[in-house]
T-cell receptor, first 111, second 112 residues
Framework: QKEVEQDPGPLSVPEGAIVSLNCTYSNSAFQYFMWYRQYSRKGPELLMYTYSSGNKEDGRFTAQVDKSSKYISLFIRDSQPSDSATYLC???????????FGKGITLSVRP | KAGVTQTPRYLIKTRGQQVTLSCSPISGHRSVSWYQQTPGQGLQFLFEYFSETQRNKGNFPGRFSGRQFSNSRSEMNVSTLELGDSALYLCASSLAQGPGYTFGSGTRLTVV
């Protein structure tokens, strides 16, 4: 079983839609949960970071972690064409451990 | 503040050759990690260096190696290149115990 599984894509939504992106993980030792966004021809950039279960909101983005279900989500409200990118979930067990990524999902927001 | 700089941006090599990629982290960042990104496998961890010591290592063959210098700059080397090594190689830096990484734009390696 892979350490991190991410819903396959691609995903295409109309502008203004609410987008839900999801990942599951297998190891309950994971403590740090992140979402990265990667535009074409660029490296991934950190979008959201959470440490514990619960929700964290930043503008139109909400990251949700459910440690009991080993499930993490990213919600994008009022999606914009500029949100079109590949989104990757990432997790790590401790501050000094490696960062493990999901495969990523490509999101396209249609004007 | 300068970001993570990777050189070169693009590289074409022949099977059997070796290649060295360079990464300059953000000033003050002492941890440097390397990842290989391919459409089929996504981002796969190669190794991480902290204060010139390898702290973590992924499941890649010994042909993949790296090092970190005293100024935190890092290089990775791939010897005896294979066609399957064609990928985007990403370097990321972080503070000593930062939760997330800042990535460079990568080096696109094509092996022919």
């Amino acid at each position: 079983q892979k350490e991190v599984e991410q819903d396959p894509g691609p995903l295409s939504v109309p502008e203004g839609a609410i987008v839900s992106l999801n990942c599951t993980y297998s190891n309950s030792a994971f403590q740090y949960f992140m979402w990265y966004r990667q535009y074409s021809r660029k490296g991934p950039e950190l979008l959201m970071y959470t440490y514990s279960s619960g929700n964290k909101e930043d503008g139109r983005f909400t990251a949700q972690v459910d440690k009991s279900s080993k499930y993490i989500s990213l919600f994008i409200r009022d999606s914009q064409p500029s949100d079109s990118a590949t989104y990757l979930c990432a997790i790590r067990a401790g501050a000094n451990s490696k960062l493990t990524f999901g495969k990523g999902i490509t999101l396209s927001v249609r004007p | 503040k300068a970001g993570v700089t990777q050189t070169p941006r693009y590289l074409i090599k022949t099977r059997g050759q070796q290649v060295t990629l360079s990464c300059s982290p953000i000033s003050g960042h002492r941890s440097v990690s390397w990842y290989q990104q391919t459409p089929g496998q996504g981002l796969q961890f190669l190794f991480e260096y902290f204060s010139e010591t390898q702290r973590n290592k992924g499941n890649f063959p010994g042909r993949f190696s790296g090092r970190q210098f005293s100024n935190s700059r890092s290089e990775m080397n791939v010897s005896t290149l294979e066609l399957g090594d064609s990928a985007l190689y990403l370097c990321a830096s972080s503070l000593a115990q930062g939760p997330g990484y800042t990535f460079g734009s990568g080096t696109r390696l094509t092996v022919v």
